[in-house]
Nanobody, 124 residues
Framework: QVQLVESGGGLVQAGGSLRLSCAAS????????????MGWFRQAPGKERQFVAS?????DYADSVKGRFTISRDNAKNTVYLQMNSLKPEDTAVYYC????????????????WGQGTQVTVSS
């Protein structure tokens, strides 16, 4: 079983930055961490979980974060990051890390493993 643990969330003023981390551990069958697609999603109160960014051989971003957020990964550490700059109050949400098998997917149902989430709050 795979465990994903997010960290780095917190309270920040609008225009500020945060860096989220997601560390993967446990068994990933015969595939290595580097072969999995890693994604970040977020969910605000009363709203559906929405795609933020993903990384496999390439990166993909939601339009709402393009140019402000950067996803990266360190396969040696089994860790994926989300650098968030120029944060806005509308970025406030619980951010989830997810692991999937196929690149280019934005639907939450396409991802197999999920972390517990980390709260990001952006004050105006």
């Amino acid at each position: 079983q795979v465990q994903l643990v997010e960290s780095g969330g917190g309270l920040v003023q609008a225009g500020g930055s945060l860096r989220l981390s997601c560390a993967a551990s446990g068994r990933t069958s015969i595939r290595t961490f580097s072969s999995y697609v890693m994604g970040w999603f977020r969910q605000a109160p009363g709203k559906e979980r929405q795609f933020v960014a993903s990384i496999s051989g390439s990166t993909d971003y939601a339009d709402s974060v393009k140019g402000r957020f950067t996803i990266s990964r360190d396969n040696a550490k089994n860790t994926v990051y989300l650098q968030m700059n120029s944060l806005k109050p509308e970025d406030t949400a619980v951010y989830y890390c997810a692991m999937g098998l196929l690149g280019g997917r934005r639907a939450p149902g396409e991802y197999k493993y999920w972390g517990q989430g980390t709260q990001v709050t952006v004050s105006s």
